[in-house]
């Protein structure tokens, strides 16, 4: 059986299908200055950091033909998916809908809502817009999965303790078996990141496991690569 060496102990991993690689809200919203995450008064440079990580993953799946699926935050240009609470919180100079540096603040299909070029999504890869912080709330996420015949979440992303934690606790209470990827996510505030690994692996794993990149890389290496899958990645 193959296995990630994890935290609070060994990751089972399924040797055929059944695990997707998830990246949350990699988008210029919260990476860039001039979007949302600029807005509440974050320094975004600091989630740059993990770029590169991501695509170490991002390559690896797709390699083996396996599931990647991106999130967006963002609200529809009427805004009738955000509720008022979520536009006020904060009390930020720029709110949500408001015109910005990258287009209206957190809206979908506007230039500060695309997902950062160096993670650009392929054509058949899905990307779930999502209006809340969980992936799961208001969206097809689940639909998608089961469709997938997926159980075992790598999730990846921005930022820790809001977007990743909370998609990650929706999916652990609908029964996925979820690793959290130690240098693949980031926080605005390495305390909160440092917090969520070590809430994620506490009472035995409560809400999964967390690892490394390398360990995660490291374990797929002792599933057999799927030929057909090689073909269908080094064709795209
Ligand atoms: C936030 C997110 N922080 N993607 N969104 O508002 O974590």
């Known amino acids: 059986m193959a296995v990630i060496a994890a ?10 299908t059944g695990i997707a690689l998830v990246i949350i809200d990699m988008q210029r919203d919260f990476l860039e200055p001039g979007g949302f995450g600029a807005a509440l008064g974050n320094e975004v440079s600091r989630l740059q950091a993990i770029v590169p990580t991501v695509q170490r993953l991002q390559r690896a799946f797709r390699e083996r033909g396996w599931l990647v699926l991106q999130t967006v935050e963002g609200h529809r240009p009427d805004l009738t998916d955000c509720p008022p609470s979520k536009r006020q919180r904060g009390n930020a100079a720029l709110k949500i809908g408001d015109p910005g540096p990258m287009g209206r603040i957190l809206v979908l ?27 799961f709330y208001n969206t097809n996420l689940e639909f998608l999965l089961k469709t997938h015949h ?11 303790e809001v977007c990743v934690q909370t998609t ?29 690994l070590d809430m994620v692996r506490a009472q035995g794993g409560i809400v999964g496991w967390t690892a490394t990149a390398d360990q995660v890389l490291d374990g797929l290496t ?7 899958n090689k073909e269908a990645s080094s064709a795209c």
């Open 7 to 16: 935290q609070p102990y060994d990751y089972p991993l399924p040797t055929e």
């Open 168 to 196: 990650l606790r929706e999916a652990n209470d609908r029964g996925y078996e979820c690793l959290l990827v130690e240098d693949a996510t980031e926080s605005y505030f390495p305390e909160f990141k440092q917090a969520t």
């Open 150 to 160: 997926i159980s075992h979440l790598i999730v990846t992303g921005v930022t820790t």
């Open 222 to 228: 002792d599933i057999p690569l799927n030929p057909q």
């Open 109 to 135: 299909g506007e230039p500060g809502n695309q997902i950062i070029p160096e993670l650009a999504p392929k054509p058949d890869e899905p990307v779930i817009a999502k209006p809340g912080k969980g992936a």
